[in-house]
């Protein structure tokens, strides 16, 4: 599903360079949970905007679901991110002046899904969230949970190969964290792949089967 070959990303600021991601490798397979641990600064959001074709590596090679990322020109790239990527950002990043409903329908008018398919899919995908009933209300009225809840549902609704949360529980407290995990286990259970990128103690002790990968200083320790 996820292939990474040999990845740098070095960036220039100023006349100094910094290489923030240092020959990464590694491979993920279909369905697995990844958690991409790792102090701040150590490179994970770079990894998953890379992963997630946000940003362009500065050398290496970047697979997923054997299309390489890194070297699709823009106009596909968005539209393969579409329909390949769901991300959960750290922060939520609902659109403020949409309802929940209308965040949830953005990446299904980006994969040109017709609306009354795009309606009920985006209320199963709601419903899944256990966030359906709050539909109709902007972010501003949400509760971080809710937020997250919300994020989720926008995240998998197009049926993404891929699925990236950065920092998913950063911004919640330790009951929303916990139902976050538990949203996770079922994702997983049902065969969906992740990659979590944390340093929440709260992952060390998840329930179901997954894989760490240790990140330090933009190198795979
Ligand atoms: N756009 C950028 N320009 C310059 N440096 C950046 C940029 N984005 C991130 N960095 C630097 O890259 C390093 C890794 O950042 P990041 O990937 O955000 O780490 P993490 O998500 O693990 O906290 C940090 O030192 C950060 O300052
Ligand atoms: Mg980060």
Redesign the pocket.
């Known amino acids: 599903m996820v292939e990474v070959e040999n990845l740098n990303k070095i960036?220039t600021?100023g006349s100094k360079q910094?290489k923030?991601l240092d020959g990464i490798t590694f491979h993920i397979q279909k369905g697995e949970l990844v958690l991409l641990r790792?102090?701040?600064?150590?490179?994970?959001?770079?990894?998953l905007?890379i992963l997630a074709g946000m940003e362009k590596p500065s050398s290496g090679k970047v697979l997923i679901d054997s299309e390489p990322i890194s070297k699709l020109p823009d106009i596909h790239l968005s539209h393969f991110r579409a329909k390949k990527i769901g991300m959960v950002f750290q922060h939520f990043n609902l659109i403020e002046n949409l309802t929940l409903l209308d965040n949830v329908l953005v990446p299904l008018v980006a994969n040109r899904v017709g609306l009354k398919e795009a309606k009920e899919m985006a209320l199963a995908a709601l419903k899944n969230a256990r966030i359906e009933h709050k539909k109709d209300a902007y972010p501003n009225r949400l509760s971080g949970g809710e937020k997250q809840r919300g994020a989720i549902a926008r995240a998998i609704v197009a049926k993404p190969s891929l699925l990236l949360c950065?920092?998913p529980t950063a911004n919640l407290d330790s009951k929303n964290s916990q139902s976050f995990i538990e949203q996770l286990m079922q994702m997983h259970k049902e065969g969906q792949t992740i990659v979590v990128?944390t340093h929440d103690p709260i992952f060390e002790t998840l329930e179901c089967e997954h894989r760490i990968i240790d990140?330090k200083n933009?190198k795979i320790v």
Do not use: M, N, P
């Open positions: 960036y600021v910094e923030v790792g102090v701040s600064g150590s490179g994970k959001t770079t990894l905007s950065d920092e990128a990140i933009g």
